[in-house]
């Protein structure tokens, strides 16, 4: 028993069709990222790479150096993840050759997906930063800011060798990574750049002071000393953390942020992992996804 519409009814529908097709025309692609210049190897070409926003295109061809970091970072980052998450249903298990990396499995705004922004957001800041004090980044060296005499819980210590410069690192991911999400005001975008923030924070948390001693037979009376970001696993382990007590949010009445979705909860958001959607079942994802890889 088909109904007819009936003809008020279809003003409002071609409306609703219009704005799919405004939707489907500014909408940048989901589906795609930047995340897939880690599977690109050594031959990053900037038009090339599936998934970048015009922005992220030009500061690609600005700094091909730092792609090649990002690239390499990306693999890291993956592997990171993947240890994080090897004993979970979801495995952060990536799809060979798939632009998406991840497969569907990120469309869906979830304490997953919030994880996954971090920890590549937090991989980026990681790979510039290294690439920096390397040496190998034209536009950056060691953080050269701190040159006055300083103390610690051990004494004084003056500043000497390369800080790694994290800051550099945090504003070029920032700069990068966040350009994508500032072309649309969704939740998912505030979801999105929420964590990200999280993440390049995560590895500025884990800035460790390293010395050197000097002075009579090591009698250590003088040590000059730099900051150096820890291994990155520490990284890992703190936002696996993070992902543990990741918040429900939900957008408040006028689009521009969030607020906690427990609205019993005291607590603040924000220096938490948020997320909008509670996670899919993934022994179905997995099906899904297994479908259309294979298509
Ligand atoms: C993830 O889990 C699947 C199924 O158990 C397994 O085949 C795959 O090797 C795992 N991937 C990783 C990266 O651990
Ligand atoms: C180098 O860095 C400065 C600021 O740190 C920036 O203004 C400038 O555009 C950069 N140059 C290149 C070639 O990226």
């Not at 592997?79 to 469309?107: I, Y």
């Not at 993070?242 to 521009?256: I, L, R």
């Amino acid at each position: 028993m088909a109904r007819r519409k009936s003809p008020p009814d279809s003003k409002p529908l071609s409306k609703v069709y219009f704005l799919i097709w405004l939707l489907l025309i500014f909408t940048p692609r989901v589906d795609s990222s930047w995340w897939y210049i880690g599977a690109l190897g050594a031959r990053v070409i900037c038009d090339n790479i599936p998934g970048l926003v015009n922005k992220q295109r030009q500061l690609c061809q600005r700094h091909p150096e730092l792609m090649q970091s990002i690239g390499e970072g990306a693999k890291e980052w993956i592997k990171e993840c993947q240890h994080q998450f090897r004993h979970q249903r979801w495995n952060c298990s990536t799809l060979d050759r798939d632009h998406t990396v991840f497969g569907r499995v990120m469309l869906r705004s979830s304490r997953e997906a919030a994880f996954v922004y971090a920890i590549s957001s937090a991989g980026v800041v990681y790979a510039i930063t290294r690439a920096c004090s390397q040496g190998e980044i034209k536009n950056c060296s060691c953080d050269g800011l701190k040159r006055r005499q300083a103390s610690d819980h051990r004494g004084d210590f003056a500043w000497g060798g390369c800080s790694d410069n994290v800051n550099y690192g945090v504003k070029f991911a920032k700069a990068f990574v966040d350009a994508r999400e500032r072309m649309v005001k969704d939740a998912r975008a505030l979801m999105n750049l929420h964590n990200n923030r999280c993440g390049r924070m995560a590895v500025k948390r884990f800035m460790k002071l390293q010395c050197k001693c000097h002075g009579v037979s090591g009698s250590c009376s003088v040590r000059t000393c730099w900051l150096a970001m820890s291994d990155f696993r520490r990284t890992g382990d703190y936002l696996c953390k993070k992902y543990n007590t990741a918040v429900e949010v939900t957008m408040n009445q006028d689009g521009t942020g969030f607020m906690v979705a427990d609205r019993d909860s005291k607590g603040s958001a924000k220096n938490e992992l948020v997320y909008v959607e509670n996670s899919p079942d993934y022994c179905l994802m997995d099906r899904a996804t297994d479908e259309t890889a294979e298509t």
